[in-house]
């Protein structure tokens, strides 16, 4: 069955610092990796996605995240943190492989930026 | 409007009331979701619509109802809720149901 962790359900980081949050996964099959952000009173808005090939995915606003399939990984970055960046961030990671639109989310980590 | 949109924004009701909500994506997209968000618990898939058919139920109570009407629409049709049940209502649609989901904002759903 899949699964999704993500380790620290609050961080904390300095503006201008590096941001780094954490996503593990369990998955039988190839997965379908997802990132996303909410701001206060909004839906989700997607960051950026791994599906096939290159592993190092760039997103908006910035941030990417690497695909680590021997560590089952997909850890969010952005070198440089911004007070815009506050949010709650939500990794989440379907079998789009096998033909299924199931998503499985993270419990999510919510970022603070501090001045 | 773009997107997918959601409303009611914000819905207080009674256990004994009956409300809906509603959803529109302007995607073009085929496949429609909804999913409950609380507080400090995963989003939790509800329904699964797929070409306006349902392809997935998780075991939601029958007090949730929903209705696809076509490809654009979705809807949760509300009745006899319980406190439990207030959370943040989130709809999805992709392009084919294996494809990225994109979120509406959200209904805040009060129940007292």
């Known amino acids: 069955a899949q699964s999704v962790t993500q380790l620290g359900s609050h961080v904390s980081v300095s503006e201008g610092a590096l941001v780094l949050l954490r996503c593990n996964y369990s998955s039988s099959v190839p997965p379908y990796l997802f990132w996303y952000v909410q701001y206060p009173n909004q839906g989700l808005q997607l960051l950026l996605k791994y599906t096939t090939g290159a592993t190092l995915v760039k997103g908006i606003n910035g941030f990417e995240a690497e695909f680590k399939k021997s560590e089952t990984s997909f850890h969010l970055t952005k070198p440089s943190a911004h007070m815009s960046d506050a949010a709650e961030y939500f990794c989440?990671?379907?079998?789009?492989?096998?033909?299924?639109?199931?998503?499985?989310f993270g419990t999510g980590t919510r970022l603070k930026v501090l001045a | 409007e773009t997107g997918v949109t959601q409303t009611p924004r914000h819905l207080v009701m009674g256990m004994t009331n009956k409300k809906s909500l509603k959803c529109e994506q302007h995607?073009?997209?085929?496949?429609m979701y909804w999913y409950k968000q609380s507080a400090k618990k995963p989003l939790e898939l509800m329904f699964v619509y797929s070409l306006e058919e349902r392809v997935e139920n998780n075991s939601v109570p029958s007090r949730f109802s929903p209705e696809c009407p076509n490809s654009s629409h979705l809807f949760l049709h509300l009745h006899t809720l319980q406190p439990e049940d207030s959370a943040l209502y989130l709809c999805a649609s992709s392009q084919d149901d294996t494809d990225t989901q994109y979120f509406g904002p959200g209904t805040r759903l009060t129940v007292l």
């Open positions: 995607l073009g997209h085929n496949a």
């Open positions: 989440a990671v379907s079998e789009g492989h096998s033909g299924t639109y199931k998503y499985i």
